[in-house]
């Protein structure tokens, strides 16, 4: 059974930074893409970073480009999303995603497994 346990989030100033980790287990890491999503209060689930099998192939939100970067480590299989300059519109609760493919998508409806969530708040 697959298992994504996220973890790092927490309260920070806006400018800060955070770094968000994902612990996979019950699956071939190696060979899946990973990604991240977000949900803000009121709002709807929407996509933040993603990356391929080949941990060159990443695909960004545009509102956090040259701010986030998603990497992974496979021989740990852990996922990390590293987020600087915040901003208190990134206050969210961030999700980890796996999807059976190697392609690093933004659709969500591609990921079928879901970690429980990290809350990040940033503040004014």
């Known amino acids: 059974q697959v298992q994504l346990v996220e973890s790092g989030g927490g309260l920070v100033q806006a400018g800060g930074s955070l770094r968000l980790s994902c612990a996979a287990s019950?699956?071939?890491?190696?060979?899946?893409?990973m990604a991240w999503f977000r949900q803000a209060p009121r709002k709807e689930r929407e996509f933040v970073a993603a990356?391929?099998?080949?941990?060159?192939?990443?695909n960004y939100a545009d509102s956090v480009k040259g701010r986030f970067t998603i990497s992974r480590d496979n021989a740990k299989n852990v996922v990390y999303l590293q987020m600087n300059s915040l901003k208190p519109e990134d206050t969210a609760v961030y999700y980890c995603a796996t999807r059976s493919g190697p392609i690093a998508t933004n659709a969500e409806s591609y990921f079928e497994s879901w970690g429980q969530g990290t809350q990040v708040t940033v503040s004014s």
């Open positions: 019950g699956l071939t890491f190696s060979v899946r893409a």
């Open positions: 990356i391929g099998r080949i941990a060159s192939t990443t």
